[in-house]
């Protein structure tokens, strides 16, 4: 039994697989359009594999000399092994392949959306979700099927060959070697969300401030030389980047909860394992349960409503697996558990998957209502544009800290009744519910570059109005999917950490961080300060790439004569390059502080001023990820808003109205917020828990443990008897401290 249920983790992950397989062809063989589509989206795709080349060439050289180090550390204690590094690697290639799979068909799927959006709104949206799905199902497929194979051989080699207990230093080992795979994940995620964002908002920035503001064209205009690097864009960073971003979470959520219930002595029938094997169980499940989600999301024609769609497909998705969850933890689970001294049920630990369903749910609908359009939090923007660039700039800010309460209220419910029903193992469980869902929520979320992608192509090949209004509409939804997206990885990513802290406390054997001693309140300081510094650099790179891309456009639209005219095509080529080699210099420096602050810290001062650490960036990160990533997706749909028209004190304003103006400045500054910085921040937190969790053995303060009184070891004596003329065999189980 327990064998069947190993082995049935990766199956799922192959499952996922093989349906992605199964859409990316269905993708493939819907119509591309007309010849001028066809060079656009090819002009668009060259540059998105272009970037990612000169990107896996420098993460390759931080991929080896990493791997080597680990390995090396892996010699060093006695909860570890050298073969972490190869756990690494494949976490990393997984992760970065994760991305490609996800850009791949994004750079194929948008010509077509604009081709099917000529025909129907209902068309196009199968298209570009069905897209979307490719992204969503290859994350998750890979990312099962890459941590479910690697625990089964960790599992033979380390514990099963020498018949070691479920609870001891053999699974320890394994959980720690599997840490790498998750380190590997979440590094290469974080150079990717940070270099993809760098990217996208350069480009960005630099189209709208000279394009749409000097030179007074639309968006998207193929006059524009940025127009084609913007497009790019969409695909590096926000469906590489938030794919790779994802592929770590999901592993991350994973990973804490393993290491959780190791610690956990039950008497199942699964050979003690169960609270390892259930948040993979979760996850593989989870791709199915996707997978029927995804056939909701239809409308019945161009007046249908796809934010409805798609919330239909999400919202069924989640329910499934929470019905699921009942029969799944009474199946795997005894009925009464503990971990640290705290007892719970099973039951229990089904209510706090429930739970995490339920904060992932209201974290989406929350980032709904500030970003979406039509709702108070824009149209209060919208308003303050009226005034002027800097009120608009002003209530931007507002909306985004306004937008951090109740998601911060969301997440301490959260957290607190998850602890009050199964202990940290229920945080942590709460959290693999809430990420069990992953495929779904991605497919949506990848949903969104790929209609931007399609209404740009709509522009630059001056198709009919009707054909951009039909992109428009997915456009707009996808704004404010992609805002709920981040907020769903932010919330995950908030109790991921707190599980990942858990474990932590537990490997590096304190008893607790106690912020009432100096040197631990400095380190809650300094983890506070962290993500502003972090979020510093990130803003500051887009700022002088934006620099570099404004001057090159101007140089452009001077020396270039005939291309306001259409007489001459703009040398999109020289501000791709420029996007390139901004965003790959500059992601180095954030990604640097994400990886060495936990270790210098943890080797100079010890676990518990670590902790402290952990404990302020997670905090300072989760309210600044909230913030910017509200603030801008705010910003983004007060701007949108404009090209329907608005109602500002009983008078209606246009696109190149001077409120419309106001509202793209806002735009403008909210776009590295939206979509470097804040979303990076999600990132940050779990890459430094991660750190700090690998490197625990090494810093370990001694043999006392809040595990200790947990560690058991199980004995099972089978005896066979005659009675009454028949071979009966009996089974007595004896635990020891």
């Given at each position: 039994m327990e064998q069947a249920l190993i082995y049935m983790v990766p199956a799922?992950?192959?499952?996922?697989?093989?349906?992605m397989a199964i859409?990316?062809?269905?993708?493939?063989?819907?119509?591309?359009?007309?010849?001028?589509?066809?060079?656009l989206a090819g002009y668009i795709a060259d540059g998105a594999m272009a970037f990612l080349r000169a990107e896996w060439k420098v993460l390759s050289y931080f991929a080896v000399i990493a791997a080597i180090v680990l390995g090396w550390s892996g010699m060093l204690v006695e909860t570890s092994h050298p073969t972490i590094a190869i756990s690494f690697i494949i976490g990393a290639f997984l992760s970065a392949f994760a991305g490609y799979i996800g850009m791949k068909i994004a750079t194929k799927a948008n010509v077509r959306t604009t081709q099917a959006a000529r025909t129907s709104l209902k068309h196009a949206l199968k298209?570009?979700?069905?897209?979307?799905?490719?992204?969503?199902?290859?994350?998750?497929?890979?990312?099962v099927l890459g941590l479910g194979s690697l625990f089964i051989v960790l599992y033979q080699v380390f514990v099963v060959s020498v018949g070691a207990g479920v609870?001891?230093?053999?699974?320890?080992?394994?959980?720690?070697?599997?840490?790498?795979?998750?380190?590997?994940?979440?590094s290469i995620a974080l150079f990717a969300r940070v270099g993809g964002g760098i990217y996208t908002k350069a480009a960005d920035v630099g189209a709208d401030l000279v394009g749409k503001v000097e030179a007074g064209i639309p968006e998207d205009d193929v006059r524009n030389p940025a127009t084609i690097a913007d497009n790019v864009g969409d695909n590096v960073g926000d469906v590489a980047g938030m794919g790779a971003d994802l592929f770590g979470s999901y592993v991350a959520t994973i990973l804490a909860t393993m290491v959780l219930g190791r610690e956990i002595v039950s008497l199942d029938n699964f050979g003690g394992i169960a609270p390892i094997l259930l948040p993979m169980v979760l996850a593989g499940l989870g791709i199915v349960f996707s997978i029927m989600g995804m056939a909701f999301v239809t409308i019945k024609d161009d007046k249908g409503d796809v934010q409805k769609a798609l919330n239909m497909g999400n919202w069924s998705s989640i329910v499934f697996t929470g019905i699921a969850s009942f029969f799944v933890v009474n199946y795997m689970l005894p009925e009464t558990l503990s971990i640290r001294g705290y007892e719970f049920t099973n039951m229990d630990v089904f209510y706090a998957i429930i739970l995490g369903l339920v904060v992932g749910t209201l974290m989406s609908i929350i980032t709904e209502y500030y970003t979406a359009m039509g709702k108070r939090p824009v149209l209060s923007i919208i308003k303050q544009s009226g005034t002027g660039h800097a009120t608009n700039i002003i209530g931007g800010l507002a909306v985004?800290?306004?937008?951090?309460?109740?998601?911060?209220?969301?997440?301490?419910?959260?957290i607190y009744g998850a602890y009050e029903f199964a202990g940290l193992y229920g945080v942590a469980i709460a959290a693999a519910g809430m990420m069990a869902t992953t495929a779904m929520q991605l497919a949506i979320d990848a949903f969104g570059p790929i209609a931007d992608n399609a209404g740009g192509i709509a522009e630059m090949s001056q198709l009919p109005e009707e054909v951009r209004g039909r992109t428009d509409i997915l456009d707009a939804v996808g704004n404010t999917t992609a805002a709920t997206g981040k907020g769903f990885a932010i919330a995950s990513a908030a109790l991921t950490s707190l599980a990942l802290f858990a474990a932590f406390v537990g490997i590096a054997k304190i008893d607790a961080i106690d912020i009432y001693k100096a040197p631990v309140l400095a380190g809650l300081f300094v983890g506070g300060m962290i993500p502003f510094i972090f979020s510093s650099l990130c803003i500051?790179?887009?700022?002088?790439?934006?620099?570099?891309?404004?001057?090159?456009?101007?140089?452009?639209f001077r020396e270039i004569p005939g291309i306001m005219e259409y007489k001459a095509k703009p040398e999109y080529e020289k501000c791709v390059e420029i996007s390139t080699k901004a965003s790959i210099r500059e992601m180095i420096a954030p990604g640097a502080i994400a990886l060495l602050s936990p270790i210098i810290i943890g080797f100079a001062f010890g676990p518990e001023v670590l902790g402290g650490t952990l404990a302020g960036v997670t905090v300072s990160g989760v309210l600044m990820g909230i913030f910017q990533s509200n603030a801008g997706g705010a910003w983004d749909n007060a701007k949108k808003s404009f090209e329907k028209g608005v109602e500002i004190n009983g008078e209606m304003y246009y696109k190149?109205?001077?409120?419309?103006?106001?509202?793209?400045?806002?735009?403008?500054?909210?776009?590295?917020?939206?979509?470097?910085?804040?979303?990076?921040?999600?990132?940050?937190?779990?890459?430094?828990?991660?750190?700090?969790?690998?490197?625990?053995?090494?810093i370990s303060e001694g043999t006392h443990s809040p595990v200790a009184e947990n560690v058991v070891k199980k004995e099972v004596k089978k005896e066979i008897k005659i009675v009454d003329g028949k071979k009966v065999e009996t089974e007595t189980i004896t635990i020891t401290k």
């Open positions: 799922l992950g192959i499952l996922g697989l093989i349906v859409k990316s062809s269905w993708v493939l063989k819907q119509e591309t359009g007309d010849k001028n589509m066809v060079e298209v570009s979700f069905t897209g979307g799905s490719v992204m969503g199902l290859g994350v998750a497929g890979l990312a609870n001891g230093l053999e699974m320890e080992k394994v959980l720690e070697v599997l840490a790498g795979f998750s380190l590997g994940a979440e985004g800290m306004e937008s951090t309460v109740l998601p911060i209220l969301v997440l301490a419910g959260g500051a790179a887009v700022g002088r790439a934006a620099m570099d891309m404004v001057n090159e456009v101007r140089r452009q190149k109205s001077e409120p419309h103006k106001a509202s793209v400045t806002g735009d403008t500054v909210g776009d590295p917020f939206k979509d470097t910085s804040g979303p990076s921040m999600n990132i940050l937190i779990k890459l430094m828990s991660i750190v700090a969790l690998v490197i625990a053995p090494h």
